[in-house]
């Protein structure tokens, strides 16, 4: 509190260069009346600013300078009985003011830069925004300066008011600038795309005509179209496969259920977007999920945490040095996890291009001093932020545990990334889909029939109609389905260069699409043995083997007949290592990758292999079949930091992003904020619930 406290006594940075103003303002005005005790006034004054300067060691440019101005003009003046400082003032002065603003910018410190950081915490000095702002606005102080000086040099009479004029002006650019420039620069691109349709959902359609077309139907989607049915839109979802889901689904094999891709889900907690889901479409959390346990083997060793106190106690005695630095990481990851959502939109938090557009610039200049602690995550990559914490390379490695679900390695990892997609499972923990993920995604499809809408399977959309760089519908085969607004749940490669067509799009557009990297894909092998595995926990990470065992009848016992379970082996995969789909060389490799898991596994689970009654196994070209996700991947685009994800709104007026394909990424607590945030966009941010905390 007492760091608070210091801090709200800080003088603003604006009234800070007011400040550093005054003595040069005593100067001018009385050396202007001939008065020359202006200079020696003037000195007493920039050494006041000076002097607690010098005892913090924290220098001002401006003060400095000032100082060293008037220290020279009065020893000119009063020893060297010089009259040019007191005769020339204005001229001088500005000149003095001109060659520094200039020489800062040089060296790359803006003069204005040091007073701009008594309003903002260290964390933002670094962001090359915040130097290119402060350096725009030094800039144009260097013009007033030598503008200022020309004006004195040529006809001193008139110069008071008109220099006078233009310090005003400056200072009131500075004031709106620093506030507008922040949103100017994370939203010029975004609001070239940020179009404006018009959908009045009251307004009676034709059978073939819809409010809102949902072009696939994974979470991202149905998570869009639940809630625009809700709020009374005409919806239609159009998906290729005979269920919905995408990776969110299930099939069932002689009794056991198995999951194509979802078994830990995240955002569930207090605050969670899935929470606002299910409490805005009425269903109920325990009906749908089951908190997960889990055991992690590393190094021969099992941890087996039930709650964040068990895995932080669990951590301190394996690594008893590094027992402070432990509380000390999840102490900061809770307030920055905290802080991620303290003022989310119907449970989804917004990027900075949707902060600046919902909340105002003011909002987004001041989200570094109202979000400090996940600013900073945001700021570097998961190892920096380790690094940062730990020294043993070992505790490290066991804290990237879950970092599959990113698909990346640590140094390649945005730290905000992590927080959000691996340490939240830490701190609130990861539920499972009760009755299958099949379940969850069914029930959001039941959900918008029973809201009016319509959800066709078997419809493969060969093509989003687009008419003058505006959307006009879908088309399956012969049959067209009409609306002004089209939600692309599909893969981003698939929506532009397949549905919508490279003629529609800019080049350059479309490059940038062609060079997006994909994620990387998984290889599963799903396994009904008849064993009683009830005694393991749910998941199993093994760090030593590269594998999880996922054992679903111990999250819920229907997924597997009585006293048998459904067990699901999963590893990283690259769909570039496997033959052709159909191919002996495609089978056999697909056979021995599995036995190679099996054998693994019964390391866990011994005698695993002598009680499988049924197997089958999924490869990336497996994924990609039923998914349509090129290269099978799992999370879409690669999600490390260098990736630039395509913003949810399109160069194509109407033509929406709902899926992993956007911000956030990939998962599906990060496709359901995919989904609020569409909806949002398209009900005009209405019906929206902010929450501050």
């Given at each position: 509190?007492?760091?608070d406290a210091k801090?709200?006594r800080?003088?603003?940075g604006m009234?800070?260069?007011?400040?550093s103003f005054?003595?040069?303002?005593?100067?001018?005005?009385?050396c202007g009346m001939?008065n020359?005790?202006g200079?020696?006034?003037?000195?007493?004054i920039?050494?006041?600013?000076?002097?607690?300067?010098?005892?913090?060691?924290?220098?001002?440019?401006m003060?400095?300078?000032?100082?060293l101005?008037?220290?020279?003009a009065?020893?000119?003046?009063?020893?060297?009985n010089?009259?040019i400082?007191?005769e020339?003032?204005?001229f001088?002065?500005?000149?003095?003011l001109?060659?520094?603003a200039?020489i800062s910018l040089?060296i790359k410190q803006?003069?204005?830069?040091q007073?701009s950081k008594?309003?903002?915490p260290?964390?933002?000095?670094?962001?090359?925004?915040?130097l290119?702002?402060?350096s725009?606005?030094t800039?144009?102080w260097?013009?007033i300066?030598?503008?200022?000086?020309i004006?004195?040099?040529?006809?001193?009479?008139?110069?008071?008011v008109?220099s006078?004029t233009?310090i005003?002006?400056?200072?009131?650019?500075?004031?709106?600038?620093?506030?507008?420039?922040?949103?100017?620069?994370?939203?010029g691109?975004f609001k070239k795309y940020?179009w404006s349709?018009n959908?009045?959902?009251?307004?009676s359609?034709?059978e073939?005509?819809h409010d809102v077309i949902?072009?696939?139907s994974?979470i991202?989607?149905l998570?869009?179209?639940?809630?625009?049915s809700?709020?009374g839109?005409?919806?239609?979802?159009?998906?290729?496969?005979?269920?919905?889901?995408?990776?969110c689904s299930?099939f069932?094999r002689k009794?056991?259920?198995?999951?194509?891709?979802?078994?830990d889900?995240?955002?569930?907690?207090?605050?969670?977007p899935?929470?606002y889901?299910?409490?805005?479409?009425g269903?109920k959390?325990?009906?749908?999920?089951?908190?997960?346990?889990?055991?992690?083997?590393f190094?021969?060793?099992v941890i087996?945490?039930?709650n964040l106190?068990?895995?932080i106690?669990?951590?301190?005695?394996m690594?008893?040095?590094?027992k402070e630095n432990?509380?000390?990481f999840f102490d900061e990851?809770?307030?920055?996890y905290e802080?991620?959502y303290?003022?989310?939109?119907?449970?989804?938090?917004?990027?900075?291009?949707?902060?600046a557009?919902?909340?105002?610039?003011k909002k987004?200049?001041?989200y570094?001093?109202?979000?400090?602690?996940?600013f900073d995550?945001?700021?570097k990559t998961y190892k920096e932020?380790l690094d940062?914490?730990f020294?043993?390379e070992d505790?490290?490695?066991l804290?990237?545990?879950?970092?599959?679900y990113?698909?990346?390695?640590p140094?390649?990892?945005r730290?905000?990334s992590?927080?959000?997609?691996?340490v939240s499972?830490?701190?609130?923990?990861?539920?499972?889909?009760?009755?299958g993920a099949?379940?969850?995604a069914?029930?959001?499809?039941?959900?918008i029939?029973?809201n009016?809408?319509k959800?066709l399977t078997?419809h493969k959309?060969?093509r989003?109609?687009?008419?003058?760089?505006?959307?006009?519908?879908?088309g399956?085969?012969d049959?067209?389905f009409?609306s002004?607004?089209v939600?692309?749940?599909?893969?981003?490669?698939?929506?532009?260069l397949e549905l919508?067509?490279?003629?529609n799009?800019?080049?350059k557009f479309?490059d940038?699409?062609?060079?997006l990297?994909?994620?990387?894909s998984?290889f599963?092998?799903?396994?009904?043995?008849?064993m009683?595995l009830?005694?393991?926990?749910?998941?199993i990470?093994?760090?030593?083997e590269?594998?999880e065992i996922v054992?679903?009848?111990?999250?819920d016992?229907s997924?597997?007949?009585?006293g048998?379970?459904?067990?699901t082996?999963i590893?990283?995969?690259?769909?570039?290592d496997?033959?052709?789909?159909?191919?002996e060389?495609?089978s056999?490799?697909?056979?021995?990758?599995?036995e190679?898991?099996?054998?693994?596994?019964?390391?866990?689970i011994p005698g695993?292999?002598e009680?499988i009654i049924v197997?089958?196994?999924a490869t990336?070209?497996?994924f990609?079949?039923?998914?349509?996700?090129p290269?099978?991947?799992m999370?879409?685009?690669d999600?490390?930091?260098?990736t630039?994800?395509?913003y949810?709104?399109?160069?194509?007026?109407?033509?929406?992003?709902?899926s992993?394909?956007?911000?956030?990424?990939?998962g599906?607590?990060a496709v359901?904020?995919?989904?609020i945030?569409c909806a949002?966009?398209i009900?005009?941010?209405?019906?929206t619930?902010?929450r501050?905390?």
């Amino acid at each position: 509190m007492e760091g608070d406290a210091k801090s709200s006594r800080k003088v603003p940075g604006m009234l800070y260069i007011l400040a550093s103003f005054i003595p040069w303002i005593v100067y001018w005005v009385l050396c202007g009346m001939g008065n020359w005790l202006g200079i020696v006034f003037s000195l007493a004054i920039s050494l006041l600013l000076v002097v607690p300067q010098i005892h913090k060691r924290d220098f001002n440019l401006m003060d400095v300078i000032s100082f060293l101005y008037f220290s020279t003009a009065a020893a000119a003046t009063f020893i060297f009985n010089l009259s040019i400082f007191a005769e020339k003032s204005g001229f001088l002065g500005y000149s003095v003011l001109f060659l520094m603003a200039l020489i800062s910018l040089v060296i790359k410190q803006p003069f204005t830069f040091q007073a701009s950081k008594r309003d903002y915490p260290e964390i933002y000095w670094k962001e090359k925004s915040f130097l290119v702002i402060n350096s725009i606005i030094t800039g144009v102080w260097a013009a007033i300066f030598i503008a200022n000086a020309i004006i004195f040099l040529l006809n001193e009479t008139s110069a008071v008011v008109l220099s006078n004029t233009l310090i005003a002006l400056g200072i009131m650019f500075s004031m709106v600038f620093s506030l507008k420039a922040p949103a100017y620069f994370v939203s010029g691109e975004f609001k070239k795309y940020d179009w404006s349709v018009n959908v009045n959902p009251r307004q009676s359609k034709k059978e073939d005509e819809h409010d809102v077309i949902i072009v696939g139907s994974g979470i991202g989607g149905l998570t869009c179209g639940a809630l625009l049915s809700k709020r009374g839109y005409k919806v239609l979802v159009l998906e290729q496969h005979h269920q919905v889901g995408g990776y969110c689904s299930s099939f069932r094999r002689k009794g056991f259920v198995f999951n194509t891709g979802v078994v830990d889900v995240s955002g569930l907690w207090e605050k969670g977007p899935l929470t606002y889901l299910l409490r805005e479409l009425g269903l109920k959390k325990e009906d749908l999920f089951v908190r997960n346990t889990i055991r992690y083997i590393f190094k021969g060793k099992v941890i087996e945490p039930h709650n964040l106190e068990e895995f932080i106690s669990l951590l301190s005695e394996m690594f008893p040095d590094e027992k402070e630095n432990v509380y000390a990481f999840f102490d900061e990851s809770k307030k920055a996890y905290e802080e991620c959502y303290k003022d989310s939109v119907n449970g989804a938090p917004l990027p900075a291009e949707l902060i600046a557009k919902v909340f105002g610039a003011k909002k987004l200049l001041d989200y570094p001093k109202e979000h400090p602690h996940f600013f900073d995550w945001m700021n570097k990559t998961y190892k920096e932020k380790l690094d940062e914490f730990f020294i043993n390379e070992d505790l490290k490695t066991l804290l990237c545990a879950l970092l599959g679900y990113l698909g990346t390695e640590p140094e390649k990892t945005r730290a905000s990334s992590a927080l959000t997609a691996v340490v939240s499972y830490y701190l609130h923990g990861g539920y499972f889909p009760k009755g299958g993920a099949q379940r969850f995604a069914d029930s959001l499809k039941a959900f918008i029939e029973n809201n009016g809408g319509k959800v066709l399977t078997r419809h493969k959309v060969d093509r989003i109609l687009v008419e003058n760089g505006e959307v006009k519908g879908a088309g399956v085969g012969d049959k067209i389905f009409r609306s002004p607004v089209v939600v692309a749940n599909a893969n981003a490669k698939t929506t532009f260069l397949e549905l919508v067509g490279g003629d529609n799009l800019d080049k350059k557009f479309v490059d940038y699409i062609k060079g997006l990297e994909m994620s990387p894909s998984a290889f599963m092998v799903f396994l009904g043995v008849d064993m009683d595995l009830s005694d393991y926990p749910t998941l199993i990470k093994n760090l030593d083997e590269g594998i999880e065992i996922v054992i679903n009848s111990n999250a819920d016992p229907s997924l597997a007949p009585k006293g048998k379970a459904s067990v699901t082996i999963i590893t990283g995969a690259n769909y570039h290592d496997f033959p052709e789909r159909g191919t002996e060389e495609y089978s056999k490799m697909k056979r021995e990758i599995a036995e190679m898991l099996i054998k693994k596994a019964e390391k866990v689970i011994p005698g695993l292999s002598e009680h499988i009654i049924v197997w089958d196994g999924a490869t990336p070209k497996t994924f990609e079949r039923y998914t349509s996700m090129p290269e099978g991947a799992m999370y879409s685009f690669d999600q490390s930091i260098d990736t630039k994800r395509p913003y949810f709104k399109t160069p194509i007026k109407g033509l929406y992003l709902a899926s992993a394909s956007t911000f956030p990424s990939g998962g599906i607590e990060a496709v359901v904020i995919s989904g609020i945030i569409c909806a949002n966009d398209i009900c005009g941010w209405k019906n929206t619930e902010a929450r501050e905390m």
